[in-house]
């Protein structure tokens, strides 16, 4: 089975979000960026693949130069190969189309996308991505199983979880489930070295429209201090909450 | 060219999320100088719609749309856009919308912007500001398509009462066996329940309530509000409660009228996770706790005492209020 995990480089969870001109651009001062979390569950599940089945995987990311570091990482925990995508990741429609160029050119038979990346939260591309590769599709996947050509999936639905029979070419929408949080990898060192032998090829994009443009950021305007309301005046609160805030 | 909403149901009858679509499609509506035509799957009664501005309803009877299924709805949504020739599309963001706007997207050409949490700013260029960087931020974005799918963050533009009379036609959608290669085995759902996607009021507890024996009082109060319950990441990775509570970056974002935060610190991912929600309440020991500087109201106090009184006084509140 070919496996190719889409890797998002994203600012690290901790990180306090600023915008530089004009409030246009994202401040990457002093950020700390990672690959996205719900990549990162979809990566060990892809790595689980690998050491159990003799899968082999790719990762792929479309973006710029810095976004290498972010590739090696994979690498270093243990994929095969990476492919950068050779563009700015701006619209994911755009995106989503760079990747289905390079799924296509790959022969995969399984790609494993976060459900959604944490930084424009578009959650669109997984969804995007199966449609332009005529793949099937299973969002917000906690759970897959693979045998032969033959997929079980669960995915996270409002209020509970649906199991669902489906089959390969299969893309999947992952995120927190896929693995258990404590077997996420973190590179060893060993790893690391092996990670600079790997081959991390550079492409060009192709041809895609950009179907929307992200003009301008804002930040939520700054909070009130809060009203602290006695432990023992609970009817205070209560009183808040229906006649201030009215939400009671 | 009217616009089109795609109003979600569950057994028959609608979500609220959907007469939240519909008074957010009908102020697009508004704004463009045209009418609302609602497609409803499998609804026993469509007439409802017509209390929040839709016009008309393009009503699908069909088996093999029982369950959802993102390629068949999002050709039964395709095919109702073209048949209506509509250029805007409104969507919820409740998990299934989320899953079949993008397929949709790729089958009108459409630019899709999901998280909307406020009408648009302007309808040319058709400008919405959505939510960015797991609520850290907003983004104002331009979908530059002719086509355009809208999907709109739960909570965020409320219910608006726009009565009218609305016609309901039967549509019959063409849906080839293609679209239906993920097969539903199972539903595992708990009945009954509020979700957090649906909740106008939530209630999330963390590691203060030092272990899962102790949550039968969120529940409780959950249970006294009509809200769902939610934990912090650390609960849900003890396995004191399910990961579909875990609210935060990496787990469910929560847009309700109502935060109440029991026990949590509130850590950063956490706070991302809520901050789209609109009154936060935090009970917790620690006065220091990063969660009262994001909190509107608060309490310093043991969630052992507190909640329980809260739990009385607000079924006082309501019997005198029913």
């Given at each position: 089975?070919?496996?190719?995990?889409?890797?998002?480089?994203?600012?690290?969870?901790?990180?306090?979000?600023?915008?530089?001109?004009?409030?246009?651009?994202?401040?990457?001062?002093?950020?700390?960026?990672?690959?996205?979390?719900?990549?990162?569950?979809?990566?060990?599940?892809?790595?689980?693949?690998?050491?159990?089945?003799?899968?082999?995987?790719?990762?792929?990311?479309?973006?710029?130069?810095?976004?290498?570091?972010?590739?090696?990482?994979?690498?270093?925990?243990?994929?095969?190969?990476?492919?950068?995508?050779?563009?700015?990741?701006?619209?994911?429609?755009?995106?989503?189309?760079?990747?289905?160029?390079?799924?296509?050119?790959?022969?995969?038979?399984?790609?494993?996308?976060?459900?959604?990346?944490?930084?424009?939260?578009?959650?669109?591309?997984?969804?995007?991505?199966?449609?332009?590769?005529?793949?099937?599709?299973?969002?917000?996947?906690?759970?897959?199983?693979?045998?032969?050509?033959?997929?079980?999936?669960?995915?996270?639905?409002?209020?509970?979880?649906?199991?669902?029979?489906?089959?390969?070419?299969?893309?999947?929408?992952?995120?927190?489930?896929?693995?258990?949080?404590?077997?996420?990898?973190?590179?060893?060192?060993?790893?690391?070295?092996?990670?600079?032998?790997?081959?991390?090829?550079?492409?060009?994009?192709?041809?895609?429209?950009?179907?929307?443009?992200?003009?301008?950021?804002?930040?939520p305007?700054?909070?009130?201090?809060?009203?602290?309301?006695?432990?023992?005046?609970?009817?205070?609160?209560?009183?808040?909450?229906?006649?201030?805030?009215?939400?009671? | 060219?009217?616009?089109?909403?795609?109003?979600?149901?569950?057994?028959?009858?609608?979500?609220?999320?959907?007469?939240?679509?519909?008074?957010?499609?009908?102020?697009?509506?508004?704004?463009?100088?045209?009418?609302?035509?609602?497609?409803?799957?499998?609804?026993?009664?469509?007439?409802?719609?017509?209390?929040?501005?839709?016009?008309?309803?393009?009503?699908?009877?069909?088996?093999?749309?029982?369950?959802?299924?993102?390629?068949?709805?999002?050709?039964?949504?395709?095919?109702?856009?073209?048949?209506?020739?509509?250029?805007?599309?409104?969507?919820?963001?409740?998990?299934?919308?989320?899953?079949?706007?993008?397929?949709?997207?790729?089958?009108?050409?459409?630019?899709?912007?999901?998280n909307?949490v406020?009408?648009?700013?302007?309808?040319?260029?058709?400008?919405?500001?959505?939510t960015?960087?797991t609520n850290?931020?907003?983004?104002?974005?331009?979908?530059?398509?002719?086509?355009?799918?809208?999907?709109?963050s739960n909570n965020s533009?409320?219910?608006?009462?726009?009565?009218?009379?609305?016609?309901?036609?039967?549509?019959?959608?063409?849906?080839?066996?293609?679209?239906?290669?993920?097969?539903?085995?199972?539903?595992?759902?708990?009945?009954?329940?509020?979700?957090?996607?649906?909740?106008?009021?939530?209630?999330?507890?963390?590691?203060?309530?030092?272990?899962?024996?102790?949550?039968?009082?969120?529940?409780?109060?959950?249970?006294?509000?009509?809200?769902?319950?939610?934990?912090?990441?650390?609960?849900?990775?003890?396995?004191?409660?399910?990961?579909?509570?875990?609210?935060?970056?990496?787990?469910?974002p929560v847009a309700a009228?109502?935060?109440?935060?029991?026990?949590?610190?509130?850590?950063?991912?956490?706070?991302a996770g809520i901050n789209a929600s609109k009154?936060?309440?935090?009970?917790?020991?620690?006065?220091?706790?990063?969660?009262?500087?994001?909190?509107?109201?608060?309490?310093?106090?043991?969630?052992?005492?507190?909640?329980?009184?809260?739990?009385?006084?607000?079924?006082?509140?309501?019997?005198?209020?029913?």
């Open positions: 089975m070919k496996i190719l995990v889409c890797i998002s480089h994203v600012p690290d969870t901790t990180s306090k979000i600023n915008f530089t001109e004009g409030d246009t651009k994202f401040d990457t001062n002093g950020v700390q960026f990672v690959i996205n979390p719900n990549d990162e569950f979809g990566l060990t599940r892809a790595m689980w693949f690998k050491e159990k089945q003799g899968a082999t995987v790719d990762v792929v990311n479309v973006g710029g130069a810095e976004t290498e570091s972010t590739l090696r990482k994979a690498l270093a925990i243990g994929a095969d190969g990476a492919i950068r995508v050779n563009a700015a990741a701006t619209d994911g429609f755009f995106v989503a189309k760079q990747l289905a160029e390079v799924a296509k050119n790959g022969g995969y038979d399984l790609i494993i996308a976060g459900r959604e990346s944490i930084d424009y939260n578009g959650g669109m591309v997984p969804g995007m991505l199966a449609e332009l590769i005529g793949a099937n599709f299973v969002n917000n996947c906690i759970n897959l199983e693979v045998d032969g050509t033959a997929a079980t999936a669960i995915r996270e639905i409002d209020g509970g979880k649906e199991t669902s029979s489906t089959s390969l070419p299969l893309v999947i929408g992952g995120q927190k489930g896929l693995v258990e949080e404590s077997d996420l990898r973190i590179p060893n060192m060993r790893g690391i070295m092996m990670a600079r032998k790997k081959p991390l090829n550079v492409v060009e994009p192709t041809d895609a429209e950009k179907e929307t443009t992200a003009v301008k950021f804002e930040k305007a700054p909070r009130g201090a809060v009203k602290l309301v006695d432990a023992g005046n609970i009817d205070e609160l209560i009183s808040l909450l229906h006649n201030e805030a009215k939400v009671i | 060219m009217s616009v089109l909403v795609y109003t979600e149901s569950e057994q028959g009858k609608f979500k609220k999320v959907a007469f939240e679509v519909a008074s957010y499609a009908k102020e697009v509506a508004n704004q463009l100088g045209t009418t609302v035509t609602a497609v409803a799957i499998n609804i026993e009664d469509a007439s409802e719609l017509a209390n929040y501005g839709v016009d008309k309803v393009l009503n699908v009877s069909a088996d093999s749309l029982k369950d959802f299924n993102a390629k068949a709805y999002a050709s039964t949504l395709r095919q109702a856009a073209e048949k209506e020739g509509a250029k805007v599309v409104i969507v919820s963001s409740s998990t299934d919308s989320k899953t079949l706007a993008p397929i949709l997207a790729i089958n009108l050409h459409a630019g899709y912007a999901s909307v406020a009408a648009p700013t302007s309808t040319n260029p058709f400008t919405v500001k959505r960015a960087f850290k931020a907003f983004n104002i974005t331009e979908i530059n398509s002719d086509v355009k799918i809208v999907g709109v533009f409320g219910l608006v009462e726009n009565s009218g009379a609305a016609t309901v036609e039967s549509f019959a959608p063409s849906l080839d066996d293609s679209l239906f290669g993920v097969k539903v085995d199972s539903v595992d759902k708990v009945s009954g329940k509020v979700t957090i996607a649906d909740a106008d009021i939530v209630v999330s507890a963390g590691r203060g309530l030092k272990g899962p024996e102790n949550w039968g009082m969120i529940e409780e109060l959950a249970d006294v509000l009509g809200a769902a319950t939610a934990c912090s990441k650390p609960v849900s990775d003890l396995g004191w409660r399910p990961h579909g509570e875990h609210v935060g970056q990496t787990g469910k009228n109502l935060y109440i935060a029991i026990g949590i610190s509130g850590a950063i991912q956490h706070l009154v936060k309440v935090v009970i917790n020991t620690d006065p220091e706790a990063p969660f009262f500087k994001a909190a509107d109201y608060g309490i310093v106090g043991d969630a052992f005492e507190v909640v329980p009184q809260l739990i009385e006084k607000l079924k006082e509140f309501k019997a005198n209020n029913a």
